[in-house]
C-alpha cells in the first residue's frame, strides 16, 4: 500500500477553509445590515480563514494525483479538525464565545450537527453570529468534503471514498455511477428541502431570519435554534412543519431523488425506510399513552409532543418541544432506547442507523434457524438482495465498538465528577449527534456546567460519531503509517 502523501491532504484541507470562508462572509453582511458591531470582527474571521485557506491552496496545488485510501481517511479527519478549529474563530472574536476550549465546543457540536451547546442565553447572541451557528450545521449535515466534490468537477480526490469516510454517502441505491454526479444531487435535493422548509415556517408565521436559521438546523438534523425555550413557544402549526423536515431528514437520500423522479414502489419497498417510520410512529404512540395519563394534556398535545420528541432524538436533531425530563420513567425510556437507534445510512442524521439494526436482527434470525435446523440453507437478504458474512461482520462489530465507546465514555466523564445519568447520556448524545441528554444536560439545560476536560472529550467524541468511528480507529492503527 503506498504511503501517506501530506501534500495531498494539506490540499484538501486548504480547499475546505477557503468555502468556509465564504459562508463566514454571509454572515459579515448580516452583521452589516442589522448594524451589528460583530461585522468587522466576522470580518477579520473571514480574512484569516481565506488567507490561510488560500496560502495553504497555492502551496499544495502542485503535485496532485488521485488519493489512495490513505489520504482519503486523513484528509477528512483532519478536515473536520481544522474547520472546527477556524470555526471558533467568530466565536472567539466577536466575545459571543470567549473561552477556546467553549468556542471549540460550540464549533464541533455544529459541524457535526449534533447542537449540543454552552451558550446559556442565546437570545443576547448577536444574529450574524446565530447564523454562522446555523450554518455549521448546514455545511457538517450533509458534509463539507461532499460539497467540494460537488463543486469542484475537476477536483480528482478519490471522490467515493472520502465521502464513505466522512459518513456522508452509502450507495444503498445506484443513482448514478460518478462520484461527482452523485455529490450535485445530494447538495441539490439538500438545497431544495431546505428552501421548501423555510417558505413554510415563514408562511406559518415564523420570522424569516429565524425560519433560515432553523430550516438549516432541521435539514442537517442539528438542532441549533435562536431561542432559549427552542422550539416550545412556538405554534403547533411551526412544530408539526418541523416533524415533517425531521423526519424527511432523516431517510436515505437516494430515496429522496428516487421520489423525485416518480420510483415510489422502489422507495416504499425499502426496508429501512419501512422500519424507521414504523419506529417513529410506535414509539410515539407509546408516550402518547404515557404523557397523557400523567399530564392529561389533551391527545393532540400529547401526540404532538411525543412524536416531535421522538421525530427529534431519532433523527439526532435535537429540537425541544417539551421538557421530556418531566415525562413518566417509561415515557424517558423509550426516548432513550431512541438515541441509541438513530437515523437512516445516507442522512443527515447520526447513531447507529436504522439499517444495522434491521441486519443485525436478520442476523439474529439466521443463527436462530441454523440452529434450530442445522442442515438447512438460508440465505439473508436486504432489501430482496443477499447480503455477504463481510456485511454481517462489519455491521456487528461497529455496533459492538458504538456501545464500548459509550460504556468508556461513560466511565471516563464519571471520573470528571459527573453522576452516572448524566455521563452516560452525554456520551451517549454527543456521539450519536443528537444534543440533549438527562439530568445535567437534559432539554433544559446544556453543556456549559461540565470541566474543560469534558468538553474536548465531548467535541472529539462528536467527530468521532459524525464519521463513524471507523475513519478515525484506522488512523490508530501502526500500519497506516508504513508503506
Known amino acids: 500500500m503506498s504511503r501517506l502523501n501530506i501534500n495531498q491532504v494539506a490540499h484538501v484541507v486548504s480547499i475546505s477553509v477557503i468555502f468556509e470562508s465564504i459562508f463566514m462572509l454571509s454572515c459579515v453582511a448580516v452583521a452589516w445590515y442589522f448594524k451589528e458591531s460583530a461585522v468587522w470582527s466576522l470580518f477579520f474571521s473571514f480574512l484569516i480563514s481565506i488567507g490561510l485557506g488560500g496560502v495553504g491552496f497555492l502551496l499544495t496545488r502542485k503535485r496532485i494525483l488521485e488519493h489512495s485510501v490513505k489520504d482519503s481517511f486523513m484528509s477528512v479527519v483532519m478536515t473536520w479538525l481544522v474547520i472546527s478549529l477556524f470555526g471558533s474563530i467568530p466565536y ?3 466575545g459571543s464565545i470567549p473561552l477556546f476550549a467553549d468556542a471549540f465546543f460550540e464549533t464541533v457540536s455544529g459541524f457535526t450537527t449534533t447542537g449540543a451547546s454552552i451558550l446559556k442565553d442565546i437570545e443576547i447572541v448577536p444574529k450574524s453570529v446565530l447564523l454562522w451557528r446555523a450554518e455549521t450545521h448546514w455545511i457538517g449535515g450533509m458534509g463539507i468534503i461532499v460539497l467540494v466534490i460537488a463543486l469542484l468537477p475537476s477536483f480528482k480526490i478519490g471522490g467515493q471514498q472520502m465521502m464513505m469516510a466522512e459518513g456522508s454517502f452509502f450507495n444503498s441505491e445506484k443513482i448514478k455511477s460518478k462520484t ?17 422548509e423555510i417558505i413554510l ?12 436559521c432553523h430550516s438549516f438546523a432541521t435539514i442537517a438534523t442539528g438542532g441549533f435554534g435562536t431561542k432559549n425555550s427552542s422550539i416550545i413557544n412556538y405554534s403547533p402549526a411551526i412544530q408539526y412543519i418541523i416533524i415533517v423536515f425531521m423526519t424527511l431528514s432523516g431517510m436515505n437520500f437516494t430515496l429522496h431523488y428516487l421520489l423525485f423522479h416518480g420510483k415510489f414502489r422502489k422507495v416504499f419497498k425499502n426496508e429501512e425506510m419501512k422500519t424507521y417510520l414504523a419506529i417513529i410512529l410506535i414509539s410515539s404512540l407509546v408516550i402518547t399513552f404515557g404523557i397523557q395519563s ?3 394534556l389533551g391527545w393532540e398535545k400529547s401526540f404532538r409532543d411525543a412524536l416531535f420528541q421522538v421525530s427529534s432524538i431519532i433523527t439526532a436533531t435535537g429540537f425541544v418541544s417539551a421538557n421530556y425530563e418531566l415525562w413518566p420513567d417509561a415515557s424517558k425510556w423509550v426516548i432513550f432506547l431512541v ?3 438513530g437515523a437512516c445510512v445516507g442522512s443527515t442524521g447520526g447513531g447507529i442507523k436504522v439499517a444495522r439494526y434491521v441486519v443485525a436482527f436478520k442476523n439474529l434470525k439466521h443463527y ?4 434450530l435446523r442445522p442442515n438447512s440453507v ?16 462489519g455491521v456487528i462489530s461497529f455496533i459492538f465498538i458504538y456501545f464500548m465507546t459509550i460504556i468508556v465514555g461513560t466511565i471516563v466523564l464519571i471520573l470528571t465528577g ?8 452525554a456520551v451517549t448524545t454527543t456521539l450519536g449527534g443528537i444534543g440533549p441528554g438527562f439530568n445535567e444536560v437534559g432539554p433544559i439545560d446544556n453543556f456549559s456546567g461540565i470541566s474543560v476536560f469534558a468538553k474536548y472529550y465531548l467535541s472529539f467524541n462528536m467527530i468521532l460519531g459524525r464519521l463513524e468511528i471507523m475513519s478515525i480507529l484506522v488512523l490508530l492503527v501502526p500500519s497506516f503509517y508504513r508503506k
Open 92 to 94: 472567539l472574536l466577536t
Open 180 to 196: 461527482i454526479d452523485v455529490a450535485k444531487r445530494m447538495w441539490f435535493i439538500y438545497f431544495v428541502l431546505t428552501v421548501a
Open 201 to 212: 415556517l415563514a408562511v406559518a408565521g415564523m420570522d424569516l431570519f429565524d425560519s433560515v
Open 294 to 296: 400523567a399530564f392529561n
Open 339 to 341: 438515541m441509541l437507534i
Open 368 to 371: 436462530l434457524l441454523m440452529t
Open 378 to 393: 438460508v440465505v439473508t437478504k436486504y432489501n430482496g438482495v443477499p447480503y455477504s458474512p463481510e456485511v454481517s461482520t
Open 418 to 425: 459527573l453522576d452516572g445519568v448524566t455521563a452516560c447520556s
